[in-house]
């Protein structure tokens, strides 16, 4: 191997390992709890999926700031996604909701407000009807 | 011009034909997006000849479009692209000629064919899927048109089976050449899977048998064979995800229609997305690769720099190919988390390694040949390459555990990332590569120096502008796939975007013209109608 083509490894070798090193560790908020930490949840809120409807426990959903809270996604026929918004449009999180499956992923939102909920996999020609405005209430 | 010069210029005009129907597709879409009112005259018009029971809805007719998008313009501009420069390159490399001449012809109207049908149950039929086809919406019939989704897995089927041809015919005539004795399967698959070059290097090489890195062979040559594996291997495994999706369709025709949840949803989207990237993540890369191998050098007039460590990372970037797959399920919580991080992201980062080295011996080449020529062949591999440095670094970013939770199905994905490689990326290489052919099979030089920069400034400031303001929205939370109702929240950007969109199309125009001036109406014709007193192509 050339000299100059053992120095780009080189190269190549410390990007990989700086840019893998830094999004794996806690600087990333979220990977400190899904990688790291696993906290056990405080809260479940179960959500079900089917139909093109986005079905919510009766009473929506209401978290506390700074808390665990674990969402359980289940769909009855395709493939959806749970994605969390802003209010701004912005994605907080989002998962596949696998028919079949319990789809679970746990988060804790840091600011209090309302949140909307979108499915973000296509599922047939309705797919953009599945939207839910302020779905999560996130208090103080 | 001799007889597989004019069937390969025969797979370019084709070729050309898909990309100016794959890119009016996307320039409705675009305008769909950012203007939803303005094609309805136009879809009035069309749903006249629609077969569907009802009149179809805007987004039925855009998801209908979505889904055939990308076939046309990866199984209609880029494979007939690559067959037709194969099927010439290949052989005048070895300086023999293809092994199976009569497939030639079979896989040009095999892949015309197969592409025409899957668009016609897309852009009429309304199957809606998208090319995605996750278990079980393909055979879920009320939402996917039945009509659509038959001619859409037959048209499918007759694309894999015809790349399936393809490749064995360019295996065999590149393995022929380094050993021209007859193989058994397992000699052949042994070679596919670099057995034989992994012998050697131990010490125990098998003469007698046949060695893709044998030495006579061009790099070229070696990434063609070795990036037909994996397309060996997508084809398969689309045409197993077909078949399902064909029995379930046969079935529910008959009334007779079988349980989806029969069907792990999870395993076939582990083995769909196996198999797709293999063509994503694998012959994509290494043809390419293998095209600035070949390209570069001859364009500069100096040898490839770093020749020994290219052809291992060829050879090393199948099992690299073989193992990334889950970057794509990196947002399926029930995928096992040690997938998501081995396969979705750290094999995935293998990928840095093998086009990282491939790029710095390309851009290497250039360096050390310096002073060197800017030709229009060179000007578009260049630019082939920031398509590729930019895409693959957002793709990097994506295929990331953590990051990935906020990126995933989100226009970064779709537009930073693959939009970027497509168009800035592959299709600047297609480019290049007509771009060099043409003098070489007709004798004729391009046309017009000054509509050649037109359409690489054109096509490169418009597919940037394009998939890089479409990745901002991302970041702000645009999905893929969603037409949001109006005031639309990301206006501005789709309306950018749709600028950065007619400016590709000018670039494209601008190519068209210059290829036509260069070849003659009546020649570029005469490849696609046979005549009984044909116009020489080579005239020049």
């Known amino acids: ?140 | 011009m001799g007889w597989i010069e004019k069937w390969t210029l025969r797979f370019a005009v084709v070729a050309l034909i898909f990309l100016a129907m794959t890119g009016f597709e996307g320039v409705l879409m675009r305008t769909h997006m950012a203007a939803p009112e303005a094609l309805a005259g136009f879809e009035q018009a069309l749903n006249a000849v629609r077969i569907a029971d009802h009149e179809p809805t805007p987004a039925e007719l855009l998801y209908g479009m979505m889904t055939v998008h990308p076939i046309v313009g990866v199984y209609g501009f880029a494979y007939m692209s690559v067959m037709g420069a194969f099927y010439f390159l290949v052989p005048y490399l070895l300086k023999k000629e293809i092994r199976h001449k009569k497939l030639v012809p079979l896989n040009f109207w095999l892949q015309t064919g197969g592409v025409l049908l899957c668009w016609l149950s897309g852009f009429f039929g309304l199957f809606n899927s998208l090319y995605t086809l996750y278990w079980p919406l393909p055979v879920s019939f009320d939402r996917v048109p039945l009509v659509g989704t038959i001619p859409f897995t037959v048209g499918a089927a007759v694309i894999m089976v015809n790349i399936l041809l393809f490749s064995f015919n360019t295996f065999s005539t590149v393995l022929s050449k380094s050993n021209p004795q007859s193989y058994s399967f397992w000699q052949f698959l042994r070679a596919a899977f670099g057995i034989s070059r992994l012998m050697k290097w131990l010490g125990k090489e098998d003469k007698n048998a046949p060695n893709l890195d044998y030495n006579g062979l061009p790099v070229f040559v070696v990434a063609v064979a070795r990036g037909s594996i994996d397309t060996v291997i997508n084809a398969i495994v689309l045409l197993t995800a077909g078949a399902l999706i064909l029995v379930y369709g046969l079935a529910a025709l008959l009334g007779h229609p079988l349980n989806p949840m029969a069907v792990d949803a999870l395993v076939y989207k582990n083995w769909f997305w196996w198999g797709l990237d293999m063509v994503a993540d694998g012959n994509v890369l290494i043809y390419t690769a293998g095209v600035w191998y070949l390209l570069i050098p001859l364009l500069v007039g100096r040898r490839l720099f770093g020749e020994s460590v290219v052809r291992t990372v060829i050879m090393v970037d199948l099992l690299v190919s073989l193992g990334v797959w889950s970057h794509h399920l990196l947002g399926d919580q029930v995928q096992p988390l040690w997938m998501r991080l081995l396969s979705g992201q750290i094999i995935t980062w293998g990928e840095f390694f093998t086009m990282g080295l491939t790029i710095f011996a390309s851009l290497m080449t250039i360096w050390k040949a310096r002073p060197v020529k800017i030709t229009t062949p060179l000007l578009f591999i260049l630019g082939s390459i920031f398509g590729f440095i930019i895409g693959g670094g957002a793709g990097l970013i994506q295929a990331n555990v953590g990051l990935n939770l906020i990126l995933h199905n989100t226009q970064w994905v779709i537009m930073t990332h693959a939009h970027t490689l497509l168009l800035t990326g592959l299709s600047m290489l297609l480019f290049a590569v007509i771009y060099a052919l043409v003098p070489m099979l007709t004798g004729r030089e391009i046309r017009s120096r000054a509509l050649t920069l037109a359409h690489f400034w054109f096509w490169t400031v418009g597919s940037v502008l394009m998939t890089y303001v479409m990745g901002m929205a991302g970041s702000q939370g645009m999905l893929r796939r969603m037409l949001y109702p109006q005031p639309n929240p990301y206006q501005v950007y789709l309306n950018v975007a749709w600028v950065g969109g007619i400016l590709m199309t000018i670039g494209f125009l601008a190519f068209l013209v210059n290829l036509v001036a260069t070849l003659g109406w009546e020649s570029v014709l005469g490849l696609v109608i046979e005549r009984k007193h044909p116009v020489p192509v080579a005239a020049g």
Request: charged content about 20%; aromatic content about 12%.
């Open chain 1, 1 to 140: 191997m050339d000299r100059q083509e053992r120095i780009w490894l080189g190269v190549l070798v410390a990007v990989f390992a700086l840019v893998n090193v830094i999004t794996l560790s806690p600087l990333v908020p979220w990977q400190q709890w899904i990688l790291w930490d696993r906290p056990t949840p405080q809260q479940q809120v179960r959500v079900e999926f089917g139909d093109y409807q986005i079905r919510l426990p009766s009473g929506g959903i209401q978290v506390k700031a700074g808390e665990f809270v674990e969402f359980v996604a289940t769909s009855q026929d395709v493939t959806y996604g749970l994605g969390v918004f802003r209010k701004d449009g912005r994605m907080v999180f989002q998962m596949q909701v696998v028919p079949g499956h319990e789809n679970r992923i746990v988060w804790r939102f840091d600011q209090p407000g309302a949140y909307d909920i979108r499915s973000t996999e296509y599922s047939g020609p309705r797919h953009p009807e599945m939207f839910v405005p302020d779905a999560i209430q996130v208090t103080p």
